[in-house]
């Protein structure tokens, strides 16, 4: 099994998983022409995708995701909430599995176990992956970790982790009061420390790769992000990888 990203952050986010034969994309918060384009530079194309997750209904993460599937006759899977919120345009709709947000299910040969988390959406989810041999768990929207999410998350071969800001920059950042509440708050994103906490409480033994993904370019910096992880897990800083909005990240295999 191997992951890369294509692009991650508040101007969108998108995802590999593959595992044998089975290449899905999950999220798609760019439009179709740059999402093409990003699958070139690992020189892949749409038909090499055999479909597309979706975590939640704002448009850093689904902006391009029913026009690209429509397009390419791609499967969809998403909860029925975010089925419901999602803005899907004018066009043909393609194929959606709707799924439960606790019940695992299998795409050829990644088997996928959504779960629940807590951020400002109709009914969002996060999801690990395993090809019977390795686990990789991601979560890049919540505002809070739960019992339930750690439990998903433990034990993971890899992980792609939320550090979207640091809580002093966002506080004397210039954004306004009702932004900063939002984001701060328990359904909105988690900061560095946040998620070194939500680190902290997880079983590493089996760690390989820890990505930190969805970082604020007004917010944030990868120095802060990584120190944060890095702390937590006793390791060096640049062992630590970082999601970058316009580059993503290169192939990691498990």
């Known amino acids: 099994m191997r992951f890369a990203s294509l692009g991650s952050g508040s101007r969108g986010n998108a995802l590999l998983v593959e595992a044998g034969s089975t290449r899905l994309l999950l999220d798609c918060g760019f ?22 997750l979706v975590t939640h209904e704002h448009s850093d993460h689904i902006a391009g995701a029913f026009k690209l599937a429509a397009r390419h006759r791609l499967t969809m899977w998403m909860t029925h909430g975010t089925f419901a919120a999602a803005p899907k345009g004018l066009g043909e709709l393609p194929k959606v599995e709707l799924i439960d947000s606790h019940q695992a299910f299998r795409v050829c040969d990644l088997e996928i176990h959504p779960f629940p988390v807590p951020h400002d959406a ?80 997880l079983d590493t033994r089996k760690l390989r790769h820890v990505i930190a993904a969805h970082l604020s370019q007004q917010n944030n910096t990868p120095a802060l992000a990584r120190k944060a992880l890095a702390e937590t897990l006793g390791c060096s800083e640049s062992w630590v990888g970082i999601a970058d909005q316009d580059a993503g990240f290169d192939w990691r295999d498990l």
């Open 31 to 52: 439009g179709p022409r740059e999402i093409l384009s990003k699958l070139a530079r690992l020189g892949l194309d749409s038909e090499g995708l055999s479909g597309i």
């Open 122 to 201: 109709r009914e969002p989810v996060q999801y690990v992956f395993s090809d019977g041999k390795h686990r990789l768990g991601v979560v890049t929207d919540l505002g809070s970790s739960t019992p339930h999410v750690e439990r998903m998350l433990t034990d993971c071969d890899a992980l792609v982790l939320e550090c979207n800001h640091d809580e002093n920059m966002l506080r004397h950042g210039g954004y306004p009061p009702h932004l900063i509440r939002r984001i701060a708050g328990r359904f909105g994103h988690l900061d560095n420390a946040a998620s070194a906490a939500l680190l902290a409480a």
